[in-house]
Nanobody, 123 residues
Framework: VVQLVESGGGSVEAGGSLRLSCAAS????????MGWFRQAPGKEREGVAL???????TYVDSVKGRFTISQDNAKNTLWLQMNSLKPEDTAMYYC?????????????????WGQGTQVTVSS
């Protein structure tokens, strides 16, 4: 059974930091893309930070320089370090993976999703 379980969300003030974790099991995560998406109320789901199987990392422009994605060598755990958080970062954050590499920023191509973890940033 494929499982992606996120943790680490919460409420912080603007300028604060949070570290999200995604524990992955039941799947060969060495292939394809793995990453973090977010969705705020009334907005489309967007790719925040993504890792392709060749190691290519992509960040959405709004988080560049503030967020860092990383994973362990076995690719069973994915992290998202979020610094200098802003109110506009408030959203539900999801960990996701797909078996094919490339086009990592397209949420509709992802097969597996976690349940999400809420991040709320107050001004």
């Amino acid at each position: 059974v494929v499982q992606l379980v996120e943790s680490g969300g919460g409420s912080v003030e603007a300028g604060g930091s949070l570290r999200l974790s995604c524990a992955a099991s039941g799947y060969d995560y060495s292939r394809g893309c793995m990453g973090w998406f977010r969705q705020a109320p009334g907005k489309e789901r967007e790719g925040v930070a993504l890792i392709d199987s060749d190691g290519t990392i992509t960040y959405v422009d709004s988080v560049k320089g503030r967020f860092t994605i990383s994973q362990d060598n076995a690719k069973n755990t994915l992290w998202l370090q979020m610094n200098s958080l802003k109110p506009e970062d408030t959203a539900m954050y999801y960990c996701a993976t797909k078996p094919r590499r490339g086009l990592c920023s397209r949420p509709n191509l992802y097969n597996y999703w976690g349940q999400g973890t809420q991040v709320t940033v107050s001004s």
